[in-house]
T-cell receptor, first 113, second 108 residues
Framework: DGGITQSPKYLFRKEGQNVTLSCEQN?????MYWYRQDPGQGLRLIYY???????QKGDIAEGYSVSREKKESFPLTVTSAQKNPTAFYLC????????????FGPGTRLTVT | KNEVEQSPQNLTAQEGEFITINCSYS?????LHWLQQHPGGGIVSLFM???GKKKHGRLIATINIQEKHSSLHITASHPRDSAVYIC??????????FGTGTRLQVFP
């Protein structure tokens, strides 16, 4: 089955620790995205990548880092510099850019205490 | 004011009712997406449209470019339609702006 996997579904960390969220897709999509979802707010774009070895900051990139070493993988690291890391994180991919349909992963709920 | 506004924020309905969810945007767009988010958090893309109307099963999406408005309709609603419905505007070739979502509950 083609799709996007994110792991783990739930993640707990202590404040001050970096944590990496996994996102893998086998849809052969060029573009991949990371979004953050907070209660009462729309999804906000953290980072996106249109091609391997290239990525762009989204609206709320501060405190986050990404890599795109392989087409199918786009891991997100939440660093200790992120002031409010507790949130629901969604990864998505698409054949191209925003005019194309986006396919979403199941999400990872990160709780930092 | 958000660039993408949805209404209503919450909606309850009896099974079988016709549902309408609205989305207004204040920016120029290249496409408008409708998404469905289930209680577990997973998101599914329902429609992507740039003009006119699209239909899939009991779901219909329309867009009026001149009025900067889109609607999602659900005919003969069913409890399994209960979810959060999100519209997202593609404001240029590489970015989506999301509405805050409409939470729909359909009761038997």
């Amino acid at each position: 089955d083609g799709g996007i996997t994110q792991s783990p579904k739930y993640l707990f960390r202590k404040e001050g620790q970096n944590v990496t969220l996994s996102c893998e897709q086998n849809l052969n999509h060029d573009a991949m995205y990371w979004y953050r979802q907070d209660p009462g707010q729309g999804l906000r774009l953290i980072y996106y990548s249109q091609i391997v070895n290239d990525f762009q900051k989204g609206d709320i990139a501060e405190g986050y880092s990404v890599s795109r070493e392989k087409k199918e993988s786009f891991p997100l690291t939440v660093t200790s510099a992120q002031k409010n890391p507790t949130a629901f994180y969604l990864c998505a991919s698409s054949p191209g850019l925003a005019v194309y349909e986006q396919y979403f992963g199941p999400g990872t709920r990160l709780t930092v205490t | 004011k958000n660039e993408v506004e949805q209404s209503p924020q919450n909606l309850t309905a009896q099974e079988g009712e016709f549902i309408t969810i609205n989305c207004s945007y204040s920016v120029g767009i290249s496409a408008l997406h409708w998404l469905q988010q289930h209680p577990g958090g997973g998101i599914v893309s329902l429609f992507m449209l740039s003009s006119g109307k699209k239909k899939h099963g009991r779901l219909i999406a329309t867009i009026n470019i001149q009025e900067k408005h889109s609607s999602l309709h659900i005919t003969a609603s069913h409890p399994r339609d209960s979810a959060v419905y999100i519209c997202a505007a593609a404001v240029n070739t590489d970015k989506l702006i999301f509405g805050t979502g409409t939470r729909l509950q359909v009761f038997p």
